[in-house]
């Protein structure tokens, strides 16, 4: 099995983990403050402000939506025993994905990150994706920024200013 093969199946079963231990309980998003409470100890995002909650089926799992814009936030329990590794293993995996046109290590104070940024697309209504996992005191944060390629450079600011807002809070 390649390695990007492994790094599909390790972000599937993670998020299949989040869903089926209802991570975040059977709260909706359009009811929940940004990050849930169990989020919330962990990590800091500020969500632009015209994007807006919005329900999800999936418990486990925040939508925040502006026009065909969409960010998702999900958050789970890191399964490796060692957040260096499980990183390095999806970066160099990711490195070999020819969908990605960029990924990027993230230093933040208390934790790391990874920035996966699919390359355009030529089909102008399909989804294209930015992606952010962060890792800190074996917790892992998930944040999806999505929105069809014909719309997506509009969005980016946007994007942008969430990625930059992300934050490891310090064990207390």
């Not at 599909?8 to 209802?22: D, E, N, Q």
């Not at 309980?25 to 919005?54: C, H, N, S, V, Y």
């Not at 952010?132 to 390629?149: C, G, H, N, Q, Y």
Request: proline fraction near 6%.
């Amino acid at each position: 099995m390649s390695s990007y093969h492994v790094a599909k199946c390790v972000g599937i079963a993670f998020l299949l983990l989040v869903v089926a231990t209802g991570a975040w309980g059977q709260e909706t998003a359009a009811t929940a403050p940004p990050l849930p409470e169990e989020a919330a100890r962990f990590f800091d995002l500020k969500i632009p402000q015209d994007f807006k909650p919005e329900a999800v089926d999936e418990p486990g799992i925040l939508k925040w939506k502006k026009e065909d814009g969409e960010i998702f936030a999900v958050i789970g329990e890191l399964f490796s025993s060692s957040a260096e590794g499980f990183l390095n293993v999806l970066h160099k995996a990711a490195e070999k994905d020819k969908s990605l046109i960029e990924v990027k290590s993230m230093r933040l104070r208390g934790g790391r990150a990874l920035l996966f940024k699919e390359k355009p697309r030529d089909e102008p209504n399909r989804l294209r994706n930015w992606r952010v996992l962060i890792v800190a005191d074996k917790k892992v944060l998930s944040v999806d920024f999505t929105a069809p390629e014909k719309d997506f450079n509009s969005f980016v600011p946007a994007f942008e200013q969430t990625i930059k807002s992300l934050k490891v809070k310090p064990r207390s």
